[in-house]
């Protein structure tokens, strides 16, 4: 914490090192943070998560793309999240970040997503970009 006076007691090249060193040493504890959140998070044990990201390669179900379990992810958004059904409660695959809020925001229904999906059929050339606006 930056005392009062707006000066630091340590010159940068400093506390960069103690900041370095403060790291290492708390590298098992952020591991054992993030096991308890995805159990709390999706009420199963870490080795479960990781069994069910075996289970899909670790790549997303939707899009395929390999993604990493989340200890190993620098981020949240670079790991894979575990979808599960909102009216059975059961745990149904992984998917990336992407996706997985696709689906969420598609409030989980498939003639949402087909709709959409459609739409983009209908409306997307291919080798067009985008954001470009059809002329018909």
Known sequence: MRPLSGFHNWCKSCRNHRRRQQYAEN????LSDKKRK???????????????CARADHRCMICH????GRLEASSKADALHVDIDKT??????????????????????PALLEAAAGYLK???RKNKPHYTLSTE
């Open 27 to 30: 590298q098992g504890i952020r």
């Open 38 to 52: 995805i159990t709390q998070q999706y009420q199963m044990e870490y080795e479960s998560y990781e069994a069910l």
């Open 122 to 124: 209908k409306h997307r």
């Open 65 to 68: 793309q390999q993604k990493q």
């Open 88 to 109: 059975g409660g059961r745990r149904v695959g992984v998917l990336c970040d992407r996706c997985n809020t696709i689906v969420i925001q598609a409030g989980d229904d």
